[in-house]
């Protein structure tokens, strides 16, 4: 196969290929894929989300690390073209990038780490039903174009213009599936408090995306759907104080609940500053248990030992450090009465820290 | 009919560089560390400063000892080591 080098565009360079089958396989030889197959990002569909956002081009949102590629509008566009966005996604997106560039999230680090976190996308606002987001069965997963999409148009930008590879530069040592889209909504109409955003500043009427680096969801049964909160509490509680997890140096952990474990925490009177707190109380290890993990310098001050004496092997060592490094989000489908929930780990106090970033939609979505 | 394909990579800003002047002898000049600290490394990283210090007889030490491992050193940090070292020793990677 054969691709001719063309035109230039202000930016972007453009190759010509025979057929559609072609311009496919151009994109696996180029390594502009991320193991999937992707849409041609031709003109004409560039186009369509250019002329969609109106926006300048060659307006820099920033640069990716590790490679340092600068993500310009157009750029972007063209990764979510391949992604296959359609045009009224990509204000999330790029939203998503930006807020991601916040020093806070260290996203050098988050892609280049041997940890295997990546960065989930949490959007919560009007546009969710107002994009077709699925928050209901399998919210996480597959079987809708504006999560996986969008997941995946973030992973293409981090891929494409960051030059986020794995083994050279990104060392990860497994990844998980969220590193090809990692995307999930709040379900408002389910959730028994207020949104997300909304708890992190923002007005009900904006469309807002958060972002943590986290690991892949870890189910778990709440049993939320019989038993007494105390215990459901303790349940969750005991899926975050894992001694492989990092936030024995600080950081955040993303708990998604189902809309039952969410409506029966509320009917049980909790408000959600009341559920943090309560799983941040019960999130914790002995010191005996948390010594046998090796984490990180003990002259480093993220070190545990710096908020509990080391000497009392009968203290308790807490995983969140505070109910801001828990983000409680409602999703998903009823279930049954095993409550699930899902709970994604953070970096830790190292980075993947927890962003957030009004979506500016161009037309009559938001002004 | 053929198809025209838009490239999606990112254009990296190739920033300027002028070389450093070379140091003629590193003995008795001032010397920079920056560690990452990271915990596989720590037991390594003394030892090599003190085989540095043992042979070269600093004149003076500066050092940035990171506290996050995973983070770059902050920039008012560097910029000061820079201008009160000679060189520098930096310690990267697990």
Redesign the interface.
Known sequence: MTATRNQETDTSSMFEVADMEAAVEFCYQQNWTDGLPVVPPTRSAVDRILDYLGRDPGEVIGVIPPGNGMATIEKVAINCTMAGCKPEYVPIVIAAIEAILEERFNLNGVQTTTHSCAPLCMVSGPAVKALGFNTREGSFGHGCRASASIGRAIRLVLWNIGGGYPGEPCKTTLGHPGYYSFCVAEDQDSNPWEALHVERGFRPEDTVVTLSGVTAPLTIASTAGYGPMEDVFYVLADAISVLGSNLLTGGDAVLVLSPMAAKNMSGAGYSKQAVKAEIVRLATRSVRDVKRRRTIAESNPMHWNKIVDAANNDARVPYLRDPQNLVLLTSGGKGSGAGFCAVCLGWGGLGGHTVSRRVQFPGSLHA | ?????????????KGRSTPERRIGVLEGKRVGYIFN???SA?AFWKGLEQALEGKLSPLSLHRIYK??????APKADVEQLLEQTDFAVVGVG?
């Open positions: 009919m053929s198809i025209q394909l838009l490239d999606p990579t990112g254009r990296v800003e600290q990271h915990v720590i506290a996050n491992t995973w983070a770059p697990a």
